[in-house]
């Protein structure tokens, strides 16, 4: 029997806390997991773990990394024990290098929360095994297409590819205690649902020029280059359908979205 061909996916992972109350994403990620295919693995591209060149981890059980500072401390307690998958490290090692990517295996990296925390819901058992590749915040959206172009014979072969990041991620100007939503942070979480769905890839490729508020959108762009990485991986021509639209602490966008060509 063989393994159904997998879109790859975009989520919003939002603060550490959403561990402790989900709320309407959490639930959002819940049906998710649920109405997947069950994949035989996850590959997780993470905004939270930065390197110079790429880097996926390859650990037999990979251990819950709590990446964060000055949280509840319930939020310390939580573990996500799901197994990893050294196999698919090397796995995916060897198809970036074809594509003349190298990219080294680190065989001790645990899961960050950009990982654990939505797929905690998504997949509460912890029984699928999971991998993450790293994100170069030091390249560019072409950079982390390419990355995932090179990655998309995977999602024929059982393994979810779920980039994790923010759709607007701008913690200067997030309202801790929570607040109303600011326009300019509408304005770009539209234009990109809009420039995903018509499948623009120049304008999107080019955000930083094209996109309204971008800088103010993302004045990093770690949050966002996960996105391109499935973004690629689905495909020449892949558009992207918006699954989860709204906000959190005013202007932190959890919007998620499917990609297939």
Known sequence: ?????????????????????????????????????????????????????PEVSAAAKPDTIHDFYGFPEPLYRIFYPAPGAPALGERVAALLGAAGLACTIDRDRGLDHGAWVPLRSMFPAADVPVVQLAVQPQLDALWHQRLGAALAPLRSEGVLILASGGAVHNLREVAWHGGETPEWARE????????????????????????????????????????????????????GTRLFQG????????????FAA
């Open 247 to 258: 906000f959190t602490l005013g202007s932190m966008s959890m919007a998620a979205f499917r």
């Open 1 to 53: 029997m063989t393994d159904p061909v997998l879109d790859s996916y975009f989520v919003s992972h939002g603060a550490p806390t959403l561990a402790l109350d989900p709320g309407a994403t959490g639930e959002f990620w819940q049906r998710l997991g649920a109405e997947l295919p069950r994949p035989r693995a996850v590959l997780a591209v993470s905004a939270h773990w930065a390197t110079a060149a």
């Open 188 to 239: 770009f979480d539209e234009w990109l649902a809009a420039a995903l769905a018509a499948g623009r890839e120049g304008d999107l490729v080019g955000w930083q020029r094209k996109a309204p508020q971008a800088r103010r959108a993302h004045p990093t762009p770690e949050h966002f280059l996960p996105l391109f990485v499935a973004l690629g991986a689905a495909g020449p021509g892949a558009r």
